[in-house]
């Protein structure tokens, strides 16, 4: 503090003092009490998995007898075996479908979508569509689901994996769109009209400029629409009918019917049908964070 009110002290000297100041007047000790949250908060999310996987592992006749926490003295996999003889790998087929099916052209779209907006941000109508595509994220699919359940009897295609690809895209569309209009809206304009002036047409800069450009965006809008589709279970209850067209989260719960008591089977189910989105996940994470963050953070 004399430092810096004694005058005859040069001016590289105060600014030096400032500088080994703390900004704040604050406690900068740790903080317990977030510390405490974080570990709660993990015990809470893993506990139930640790259950989960281990008693996949158990005979049915163990898991009445042992402790629920206890890992199994004799893990087997019986459970697995049982769930893959029951049709499960036709079931990740056709939620694979849907998955791929929703997710490509979600991409597409939401792509063209975001880069008219972004390109004619000066067009009335644009700014409309834009507001349009916001509007639909605040509208629950619980709430729509029983004009879908009629359009889709219309378009006779009830009973198919298209009539649960269709409605998802339509879902999966305002928030990519969200994400991917503010990653554009950050690629320069000098980019664009560089492209222009060497002759090249809208549809030429959005394929070459920026789908590349993009392309951490498109890999989050990609890995949240196919997580989103993968655990989606109410298009499928209500659209579907026949025992060949369930997806994943549907034979999860048939399994739970068919195997009433057999809860490890029921179990090994759930695992085998997580495999595949914590693969995803794995792969995608940081984009998927670092996209989201972006996407609603602008």
Do not use: C
């Amino acid at each position: 503090m004399t430092a810096l009110l004694d005058p005859t002290v040069d001016e590289p000297t105060r600014q030096a003092s400032l500088a080994s100041k703390p900004a704040g007047h604050g406690w900068s000790g740790p903080n317990w009490l977030a510390g405490l949250a974080g570990w709660f908060w993990l015990a809470v999310v893993l506990v139930p998995l640790y259950w989960i996987v281990i008693t996949s592992f158990k005979a049915q006749s163990d898991y009445y007898q042992q402790n629920a926490f206890a890992p199994s003295s004799n893990p087997t996999l019986d459970n697995y075996r049982l769930v893959l003889q029951n049709d499960f790998l036709h079931y990740f087929v056709n939620s694979v479908v849907v998955a791929v099916g929703t997710t490509v052209p979600t991409i597409l779209l939401a792509l063209m979508a975001g880069f008219a907006i972004v390109r004619g941000a000066r067009s009335r109508l644009l700014k409309r569509i834009h507001s349009l595509f916001l509007l639909g994220l605040a509208i629950p699919l619980q709430a729509a689901i029983i004009p879908i359940y009629l359009v889709i009897i219309k378009l006779g295609l009830y009973d198919s994996l298209a009539a649960i690809a269709i409605p998802s895209i339509a879902f999966a569309i305002p928030l990519a769109v969200l994400v991917l209009t503010n990653f554009l809206r950050d690629v320069p304009r000098d980019l664009f009209e560089s492209m222009r002036l060497d002759g090249a047409n809208e549809w030429t800069m959005l394929w070459r400029l920026a789908f590349p450009l993009t392309r951490p965006a498109l890999v989050t809008v990609a890995v949240y629409t196919g997580v989103t589709v993968w655990n989606g279970f109410l298009l499928p209850l209500i659209l579907t009918q026949s025992p060949d067209r369930r997806t994943m989260p549907l034979a999860v719960w048939s399994f739970q019917g068919q195997f009433q008591v057999n809860v490890p089977a029921v179990l090994a189910s759930v695992v085998l049908s997580t495999v595949p989105i914590l693969a995803l996940y794995t792969i995608g994470r940081r984009q998927l964070v670092s996209g989201l963050s972006e996407g609603f953070g602008k």
